[in-house]
């Protein structure tokens, strides 16, 4: 795995490894209580295929193993310097690098006339409804974090997830006012405006 290779969940595990060596069971509760998953999917099995792949590039290393009473023996990572590195390369890459994205949402976009005024406005409220949902839930982890005096810089990544989603929210409630006032008009709207007017050019002439 190259260090421009390092997928954003090699990135999240080796964030947490800067903290302390840890087994895959603690880095999976720690990305959930930090909504990791926001940034990053993340699924046991995957998690597990991550810590391999980082474990055979070299990047991490067993520290330890431990074992709670009958459970399972825990292998505990830690990480090297070759990991280490690796880390600082593409951290520095995925910050800098405007990197080129193509939301979903945006191909619907693309196809609002096609879909007509009816159902383009039904589901764009749906979609508005769902975003009025996540940005209430958004405001109470806010408040929390806010509570507990987490300083901010720790979860940067969680203020550009809400405060995007936020904008989307806005933007979209604009945009289903401009279709249903008429102040963005669906290709239907223009030929009713262009047989109107030209059926008001002909009384005229006559």
Known sequence: MAAAKLTTLGIAV???????PMHPYEMAQLM????????????????????????????????????????????????????RDAFVERARHLLGNVAEEYPEYLSGLAVIDDLGRETTLAELEIRATKLRSLVAADRVVLDRLADEGTPEIFW?????????????????????DGLRSGRIPFKEDHELELVTGKENDERKTS
């Open 14 to 20: 080796l964030e947490l490894l800067h903290e302390k």
């Open 32 to 83: 959930r209580e930090r909504h990791v998953d926001t940034r990053v999917k993340l699924k046991a099995g995957s998690l597990y295929h991550t810590v391999e792949r980082l474990l055979g590039n070299g990047f991490i290393e067993v520290v330890d193993t431990q074992r709670d009473g009958r459970r399972p023996e825990r292998t505990v990572y830690g990480m090297t310097d070759a990991g």
């Open 156 to 176: 940067l990544d969680w203020r550009y997830t809400t405060d995007r989603r936020a904008f989307e929210l806005e933007w979209t409630e604009r945009l289903i």
